[in-house]
């Protein structure tokens, strides 16, 4: 790691570069232009807000003073786009582009924006763009934590020529010498620059009621302030106070809110001087929600002349919008809104809408924002506090508490440098947050990075392909994922090695034990072994016992018929019961019975130790409604007056001895006959072989673990290539080497989570005689996902041609093809077609508004936002656009791709594109 004293003075172009800067640079920033200037690699780490994207701008500027390019990556489109505009006012058009997947502006430029996403395409397209690139700037490294895209930057890292210098910017990570330890492996020469200040410094509140507080105890800047903690237990003591909170809390929850009033809070922040303020809020309804409580309050923030102004930038961001679409979009409410100063921002929103927002708030036109945690990626949005009035988000798949990291990002927000002294922090109190939690993460500063990388089939086609398996092998060992793994194994390994010590020494002393008592070690070891069997035999018996006895419950519970009737002698409900219903098949039958005390339930193989046994038959009348208290009394009064006897007692099966019983026997002889059995005063050689035991168990244990870690990447690739091969898209060349098949080349150019599925529907080709509009529907049932809220019918009851209809339902079929090939090779399955979108994107490409492709949506039960149509509809474009360079371009399939990119790419989705 650098350090003040490695730096000896700026070198001619950061002497160039900061004298137009018009601010003296960080001491951190120094180090990484210094280290960029003299030819290394930088990883900088430091908090948001402090200016790490310095050191980028001067890889800019070296590049162009070298005459070579500069590459600068972002993980999303919209941090793209500002960074690109930041460039153009600072380097002129001419020298700067942009590549973003759907959209290309001057993309020859010396210095290009993109995804990173887009750079590691270039990459395994051994792109021409590549030549003469001398810097590569990765924004926000860290986001190869990632677990969706996070393999992308570890692929971009690993596949950039050595000569290319990497300028890599990171928030805060604890380990970041580990990090910069392979990222110096990998690429060489790496300065690994760490600065932990924050340029402006950060307070953290409560918010309890009315009342602020601060966080933490002045006097004990560690421990929680007192008097926060004294208010709180006051609060809770006042049955009424709390009564009245959490009726208020619940009804708001059932409306999506959280109990608070945002009116009030925000009057409370602009009462302390903490205006503007970014309030998170971890949903895109409690946004909006926020905005509607705003909008129905008197709550206005700006001044007269601010409205004029205000309206001036709206109007600015609207040009590009047909007059037709304004009432769909929402645009008089969102501008009011914007008129009072407040706004929300999500990914539901328009990306105008968005960008209209994020350019009032920088103006200080817009003092208070709504926004979901995506704001926090990157975006030039500081503002003087931040409020989080949760400490829980939905992840995707479940409802979790905010890590320390993420706490530390989000509020990272806060402190506008050059602007405020210091910045805020203000967290709601509710009575499920305690303050010592909120210390914990704001106290918190230990933010591993861990990667996520793993072998895919569009990676493994393309690394085949440049490297073949041998090198695609050792661009896997090289990864961080594998680096990681190797450093966690030492520990393990250290383990193994301690517990195969502590081996030979109990072997040692057992055996001079053995020796004094006369007994060869072979002879007691061999005795040892004898009891290890019949140990292992008896847990397998024991098992063999209860799987037989389950299954035969099972099998008998299947054969049940309504009108049955049973015994249970089980559980609560004892005696005859009557089978209502047959039992589904499954794991676990259960069918539904009635017992004669009254009780209606399915029972299942926990109820039963042995199997049902059928006691009898009745006739169940028809005019028996089971769903009635009256119809199940008419039903218990007719098994307790049936005459059949109840069950006595358990009547056990006679079963087959296992292999299991017969080898117990056996070995059961063999210990009784063995010399040391009858043995006496050998307790100590027996508590000997324990311990030995217990060490060969943990020894095996470690070595399997150690195995199975340093091998996982590359049994994952072998996995891989084993449903390439066998679906043809690799193959055994005449050297014996795995080479990629001509169809394996349209799989090389497909980039998408489905990309095996895309390619299969390629290759079968059932989408090629289809219509343009039919394509875009089929093809974004590979990109959509469809929101917890929504509805996504199945493709039977789907609208539309018939065409259309088949189509989908041959994509289904290969996807099931698909995934049976996969379980054959132990490959998670790629996930099932969503039909949820094709409707929407069905009536855009054929030329219908943007109010009648939202409305057939919401018929089908869809809800889609604007923001979220126009996103869909940018992925569907990409995958469309790769499908038509994979594909002839003379062929039908190739053709109707151009056209429906056509057909989609208009009006307000065009407009986000430009």
């Given amino acids: 790691m650098m350090t003040t004293d490695d730096f000896s003075g700026p070198g001619p172009q950061l002497a160039a570069f900061t004298a137009r800067l018009g601010f003296r640079l960080d001491p951190f920033q120094r180090e990484a232009c210094a280290a960029l200037e003299a030819g290394q690699g930088v990883l900088v780490c430091a908090p948001t807000g402090a200016g790490k994207t310095i050191v980028g701008e001067f890889a800019v500027h070296l590049a162009l003073a070298q005459g070579t390019k500069c590459f600068y990556t972002t993980p999303i489109k919209a941090l793209s786009n500002q960074k690109y505009h930041d460039l153009v006012d600072v380097h002129g058009a001419a020298n700067v582009g942009l590549l973003t997947g759907d959209n290309s502006i001057n993309s020859g430029a010396p210095v290009v924006v993109m995804t990173t996403e887009v750079l590691r395409n270039m990459l395994y397209a051994e792109s021409s763009s590549l030549q003469g690139l001398s810097h590569v700037v990765m924004d926000e490294v860290h986001f190869l934590a990632d677990r969706f895209r996070g ?9 950039l020529d050595p000569s290319v210098r990497v300028a890599s910017l990171s928030a805060t990570v604890s380990n970041a010498e580990e990090f910069g330890d392979w990222i110096t492996t990998v690429r060489g ?20 009621g009315n009342r602020m507080f601060e966080l933490f105890d002045r006097k004990h800047p560690k421990q929680v302030n007192p008097e926060l903690n004294r208010f709180i237990k006051h609060r809770l003591l006042s049955d009424d106070a709390v009564g009245g909170y959490r009726e208020r809390l619940a009804r708001e929850r059932r409306r999506g809110g959280t109990g608070v009033s945002r009116p009030r809070l ?33 709550l206005n923030l700006l001044e007269p002349h601010q409205v004029s102004a205000v309206d001036a930038i709206v109007d600015r961001h609207l040009s590009a919008l047909a007059p037709g679409d ?49 704001l926090a990626l990157g975006i030039n949005m500081p503002a003087r506090s931040v409020v989080l009035e949760r400490l829980v988000k939905y992840n995707g798949e479940a409802h979790v508490d905010l890590t320390p990291g993420e706490y530390t990002q989000l509020t990272g927000r806060a402190g506008r440098r050059g602007i405020d002294v210091e910045g805020h922090a203000v967290v709601v109190w509710t009575p499920e947050v305690a303050p010592d939690r909120v210390a914990g993460l704001a106290g918190a500063r230990t933010f591993p990075l861990r990667s996520s990388f793993a072998p895919e089939y569009n990676m493994a086609m393309n690394l085949i392909d440049r490297l073949g398996v ?128 009254g009780w209606t339930g399915r029972v299942g193989v926990r109820d039963f130790v042995n199997p049902p046994e059928v006691l009898g038959h009745l006739r169940i009348p028809k005019s028996a409604n089971r769903r009635s208290a009256q119809g199940r009394r008419e039903l218990v009064k007719l098994i307790r007056s049936s005459g059949i006897a109840r069950p006595r007692g358990r009547n056990k099966k006679k079963r087959e001895l296992s292999e299991h019983d017969l080898r117990l026997t056996e070995l059961r002889n063999r210990l009784r006959k063995h010399p040391v059995h009858k ?81 299969e529907c390629i290759r079968a080709g059932i989408w090629d005689r289809l219509s343009p509009p039919d394509l875009a529907a089929v093809v974004s049932s590979m990109v959509y996902e469809s929101r917890r809220d929504s509805y996504s019918g199945g493709v039977d009851s789907m609208p539309g041609d018939r065409a259309l209809r088949e189509s989908l339902l041959a994509t289904v079929d290969v996807w099931q093809a698909t995934n049976d090939v996969q379980e054959r090779h132990g490959v998670v399955q790629t996930r099932e077609p969503d039909t949820g979108f094709c409707v929407a994107i069905g009536a855009w490409a054929s030329g219908r508004s943007l109010r009648e492709a939202l409305l057939a949506a919401s018929e ?15 992925q569907v474009i990409d995958l469309l656009e790769q499908i038509r360079g994979s594909v002839d371009p003379d062929t039908g399939l190739a053709v109707a791709a151009a056209r429906a990119v056509k057909g989609v790419k208009r009006g307000v989705v065009a407009s986000e594109l430009d």
């Fill in 679 to 759: 043995l006496n005063g050998i307790d100590d050689l027996h508590r000997l072989s324990e311990r030995r035991h217990r060490l060969l168990r943990d020894i095996d244990s470690l070595e399997r673990a150690v195995d199975e870690r340093t091998a996982a990447l590359e049994t994952e690739f072998d996995a891989i290539t084993g449903v390439l091969t066998e679906l043809s898209y690799l193959e055994t060349d005449d050297s014996g080497e795995l080479v990629v098949t001509p169809t394996g080349a349209v799989l090389r150019r497909i980039y998408s989570e489905s990309d095996l599925l895309v390619a």
């Fill in 266 to 298: 925000i009057r409370l922040l602009e009462e302390n001087g903490l205006l503007p303020a970014i309030t998170f809020i971890f949903s895109r309804k409690g946004c909006d929600g926020a905005l509607a409580q705003c909008l129905r309050s008197d």
């Fill in 470 to 597: 041998d090198g695609s092998r050792d661009l896997l060992r090289r990864s961080f994922a594998q680096f990681q793994t190797d450093r966690s194994v030492v520990g393990q390994a250290r383990q193994l090695d301690r517990a195969r010590m502590t081996l030979r020494k109990v072997d040692a002393e057992l055996e001079h034990s053995a020796e004094r008592k006369g007994l060869a070690p072979e002879s007691f070891l061999e005795y040892v072994s004898l009891r290890e069997d019949i140990r292992r035999h008896e847990r397998a018996a024991k098992f063999v016992r209860r799987m037989e006895a389950s299954e035969a419950v099972s099998e008998d519970l299947l054969s049940l018929k309504p009108g049955n009737v049973i015994g249970l002698n089980n559980g609560r409900h004892r005696g005859l019961a009557l089978v209502l219903e047959r039992a589904a098949m499954d794991v676990d039958p259960k069918p539904l019975v009635l017992s004669e005390d």
């Fill in 326 to 374: 304004a009432d769909v979009l929402g645009v008089d409410e969102w501008r009011d809104g914007l008129r009072r100063g407040f706004a929300a921002h999500h990914a539901g929103l328009l990306p105008t809408f968005r960008q209209a927002v994020e350019e009032l708030f920088v103006e200080g036109l817009v003092q208070v924002v709504f926004a979901t945690e995506t």
């Fill in 189 to 208: 020469d790496t300065a690994v620059i760490v600065d932990e200040h924050r340029p402006v410094p950060l307070h953290q509140h409560m918010l309890v």
């Fill in 151 to 159: 393999a992308v930057w570890e692929e971009v890292i690993l596949g």
């Fill in 860 to 874: 089908r039960g869809q809800l889609l936002s604007p923001g979220d149509f126009v996103r869909w509809n940018r």
